[in-house]
């Protein structure tokens, strides 16, 4: 916190300062742009919000990430998050309109209702903190 305040007050300003962060400081030896990107869908997860876009326009939009020069505004990384993030509980609208496009092959169906089950059931299921011995 600054003087009182976040930084970073939305959710897509801070996963945009974890993306731009990770990939432009490499704080690992190999497999920034990878962990980064990673890092930053567990995050957007983590609090509800998937990051909607193909692997291609991630992974291009990570390659121009850490190729800029002067390096993308952490605001301008946000932007982008946010036109690709859908909340959790959207995802199966999100998915039929997909299927429907042809956009989804059937695997990708299979995924994304695991995907869709494993978040019901994290939902459901108490927090292991919360639980007495």
Same mark, same amino acid.
């Given at each position: ?37 990673? %890092? *930053?869908? +567990?995050?957007?997860? #983590?609090?509800?919000?998937? &990051? ?9 939009? =990570? ?7 002067? %390096? *993308?505004? +952490?605001?301008?990384? #946000?932007?982008?998050?946010? &036109? ?9 609208? =999100? ?19 695991? &995907? ?18």
């Amino acid at each position: 916190m600054f003087g009182g305040r976040y930084l970073h007050r939305t959710l897509a300003e801070k996963a945009g300062a974890l993306l731009r962060s990770m990939v432009k400081n490499h704080p690992f030896r190999d497999g920034n742009k990878r962990m980064a990107l990673a %890092a *930053t869908e +567990v995050f957007l997860l #983590a609090n509800g919000q998937l &990051l909607n876009a193909s692997q291609d326009q991630k992974v291009q939009f =990570v390659l121009e990430l850490a190729a800029s020069q002067p %390096a *993308t505004p +952490v605001k301008e990384v #946000a932007r982008w998050l946010r &036109l690709h993030m859908t909340p959790l509980g959207q995802l199966s609208r =999100v998915v039929r309109s997909q299927m429907q496009a042809g956009e989804l092959s059937e695997d990708d169906v299979e995924r994304l209702g695991r &995907l869709e089950a494993a978040i019901d059931l994290a939902r459901r299921t108490p927090n292991a903190t919360d639980a007495s011995d």
